[in-house]
Structures are given as C-alpha cells and as structure tokens.
C-alpha cells in the first residue's frame, strides 16, 4: 500500500542522500537500529514482512557500537531466569554470522579461542581431589605464556567473542540487501494510535504510517509514549590497546578486575566500568588508566602499547537485570529492549522470538518472565 502524500525522507541506499518518493505503509516500523533492532528486521523480512528502521542517530553507533562482544552463555553474572535464552542464542552465533558475512559481502570476526577466567578470590572452594588446574586443557602458561601469573587459579570456558562494529555493519548491509527501509537521525517521540492501537510513529521531523511497531530503542526506550518502559543507561567506558606482537593472547581474558578481549587483526579490547551516570557518554581519563593498568598487571608486554581509542556507551538496564520483550497492552505496539551486558549475545534468539510473537506464531521459548506486563 501507497500513502497519496510525498514527503521527503533520508533513507539508506546507493547514495545516501535525501528524497522525495511516496511514503509507503509499512507492516512493522523498528524503533532503534542497534543489533537488536537490524537482526529483528532481517528475520522479519525473511517472512517477507516490510519493514522500517527508524534510528535517532546513526545505526548501530550507540551500544552495539561500544560493546566488548563477548558471548558469555553462562556465568555467575548471567540471571538464571536468562540462561536459556543466552544458550540458545549462543548455539546460534555461528550461522547467524555466517549468514550476515555472505548477505553483506562483509567479514565478521568470531573467534571460538574460549576464554580464560580468573575467579574472585571468594569463589575459590577447592575439595579434597579437585583444583581449578584440572579445569585447564593445558597449564597456564602453554596457553598464554604472556600472562603475568602463571600460578593464579584459573578455569577454561569454551566460548566464543565476536567484533560488535563489524557485526553490526555487516547486520545493516545484510538489512539493506534485504530490502529493510532505513532512516536516521529523527528520534521517534511516540507511537500514534487510533482507536487504541497502533497506526505508526512520530518522530521530531515527521510521521511514519505501519500496522506493528516494536520498540527496540536501548536505553532511549523509556522516552518514547505511550510506555515508559523502565530503561535506564548504564555506561561502560573502555579502550583498544595496539601491542608490538599481533599475536599477544589468544583467549578472552576475564579477571575481577578487568577483561581483555583479542581481535583478529592484533587489537585488543580493554574493559569496562559500570556507571549510573545518566545518558553522559564522556570518557574520564583517570578511568581509562586504570582499566590500561588492569590490563598490564595481567599481561605485562601491554605496558609498551599505544591506546588506539577509548570510549563509552550505555547499556539499557532494567529495574530486575531482565530485557523486556513481547507485546505491550496496546495492540501492534511491541517491544524488545533492556538487555543490559548482552545485546550482542542475545541478538539471534531475540530476533527468533520476536518475528515469531508478531507473526502470532509459538516462539519455541518461554518469554513470560520477560513480559512488558511485569512493570
């Protein structure tokens, strides 16, 4: 379906630029166009859906941009009621990624290395016949022979990390070759609704027409009516390190105080902090020594490294640790937002579960704990 009416929009395409053509009328608008809501339009479209993203700023420049990427299934960290989602999503990384490397023509650097994690102390309870050395594949120092302790308790986990930057890029290009209209740089402030349900969005600049939208706007969720979800950010600063020896460490390193995460191409990721510091995105010198000298009292040869660049991003937290997905009181109006420390983790199965609750079809996966409803 047509609109009569010619508007101008910015729309993604060959070039980038300004255009008047008839707005359509879209079948779902995706409010947010980090890996989340570009993931959610790729599945949607492969139920040949028409979809709209309508991102406020650049598309995936806000958490997916700034994030570590590591693909944690399992920790102590991760809330119980979340494991088997971060499981599914997990078994999926693989040809997820591989499908966004051929749509986009773009390579996605996963690496299946695992990670090497060093406990707090107070985790330590060894018994009679057991130590966390029998938790290695080898000792300490065949596997990472830069690393300051070779004595220190440590186990292995067989997981993977990817590049957030790259996954996103290649996740908006593989949109794009699916024939997902993107827009950017207009906030949406609301959702227009007639006879109370959804007929589409307004942003600052315009209005957008569609009979679905789903809120997957992060941290920016909370602001935009008819729902206040309540989405919080939560900042994490971090920095890219350039050692002399592209092939310093090979596993994901995670320490109480500090993560230290290897990309392909010989960069290596330091994190993080987590901040309640409002929507502030500004990274504090002081701060980004200390996570520097984290990392260089693990791995000492990272003394001589240059910073390559720090930054921060905000994460969209939730009052419970808990994302927020399925659809809200209003009918057509959806939302899947709040996943705090793992957006990129949980991108595939979010997206799964997602195209499934607005198509009306069983998700395969219980998502009632994370029900709108529940604030």
Request: proline share 8%; aromatic share 6%.
């Amino acid at each position: 379906m047509v609109l009569e009416t010619t508007r101008s929009v910015r729309c993604f395409g060959a070039d980038e630029v300004f255009y008047n053509a008839k707005v359509k009328s879209w079948d779902v608008i995706i409010i947010g166009g980090g890996i989340i809501g570009l993931s959610l339009a790729i599945e949607l479209r492969k139920k040949g859906a028409a979809v709209f993203v309508v991102e406020r700023g650049e598309p995936g420049r806000e958490a997916s941009y700034a994030a570590g990427g590591m693909l944690v299934d399992y920790s102590a960290e991760t809330p119980e009621l979340l494991q088997p989602l971060a499981i599914a999503s997990a078994r999926m990384y693989p040809e997820f990624v591989h499908e966004v490397q051929v749509e986009s023509g773009m390579f996605v650097d996963l690496r299946d290395q695992g990670a090497i994690v060093f406990p707090p102390p107070e985790h330590l309870h060894e018994r009679p016949g057991f130590s966390l050395k029998s938790l290695l594949p080898a000792p300490l120092a065949e596997l990472e022979p830069a690393l300051a302790d070779q004595n220190r308790a440590a186990f292995y986990l067989k997981e993977r990390c990817v590049e957030p930057r790259a996954l996103t890029s290649a996740a908006l290009h593989a949109a794009k070759r699916r024939g997902v209209d993107i827009s950017s740089g207009d906030a949406v402030t609301s959702v227009s609704l007639a006879n109370g349900r959804v007929t589409g969005v307004v942003t600052k600049k315009t209005s957008f027409p569609a009979s679905k939208v789903v809120n997957c706007a992060g941290a920016w969720s909370g602001q935009i009516a008819p729902h206040p979800f309540p989405t919080r950010p939560v900042k994490g600063q971090m920095l890219y390190l350039v050692p002399h020896s592209r092939d310093l460490i090979k596993h994901v390193i995670r320490s109480p105080e500090v993560y230290v995460i290897p990309r392909s191409d010989g960069r290596i990721l330091v994190g993080t902090t987590m901040e309640e510091a409002g929507f502030d995105k500004r990274t504090d010198p002081e701060t980004i020594q200390r996570l520097r000298r984290a990392a260089v009292a693990l791995i000492p040869e990272l003394k001589n490294a240059r910073i390559l660049e720090d930054w921060a991003g905000l994460r969209p937290g939730t009052p419970d640790g808990l994302p927020i997905l399925g659809e809200t009181a209003t009918p057509g109006y959806y939302v899947a937002t709040g996943h705090f420390r793992d957006g990129i983790l949980l991108a595939p199965v979010t997206a799964k579960i997602m195209a499934c609750v607005l198509a009306g079809e069983n998700p395969g996966l219980g998502i009632d704990a994370f029900s709108p409803a529940r604030f």
